[in-house]
């Protein structure tokens, strides 16, 4: 099982950024996929998640509006784009499956967990 996570960088206040995380190793459609991150000093914080094959998303209150999450069930790939970011968004950010259709963003409900991307939103 591999989740390989793409998309960071550095982006100024206002910019956008889309993230990817591509899925191997299993049936795509029958997990949900979930996005974290975590700053410096923080604690790792769920951000959006969307559920197996109807894709119904979910995401915390600081980036609702911002972020949107989606899932492409051809490419194995679940994406998430960025829209006016914010300093505070400055984190690595990573993907994590779990099979099933609950919509959590409590990372110990996941079960498989890619490497992180670092976004940096800076002047």
Not at 24 to 38: C, E, L, M, N, V
Request: aromatic letters at 10%; one cysteine or more; a positive charge.
């Amino acid at each position: 099982v591999q989740l390989q996570a793409s998309g960071g960088g550095l982006v100024q206040p206002g910019g956008s950024l889309t993230l990817s995380c591509a899925v191997s190793g299993f049936t795509f459609d029958y997990y949900t996929i979930a996005w974290f991150r975590q700053a410096p000093g923080k604690e790792r914080e769920g951000v959006s998640c969307i559920t197996e094959s109807d894709g119904r998303p979910y995401s915390i209150d600081s980036v609702k509006g911002r972020f949107t999450i989606s899932r492409d069930n051809a490419k194995n790939t679940v994406y998430l784009q960025m829209n006016s970011l914010k300093p505070e968004d400055t984190a690595v950010y990573s993907c994590a499956s779990r099979r099933g259709s609950l919509r959590t963003l409590v990372a110990a409900h996941y079960d498989y967990w890619g490497q992180g991307t670092q976004v940096t939103v800076s002047s």
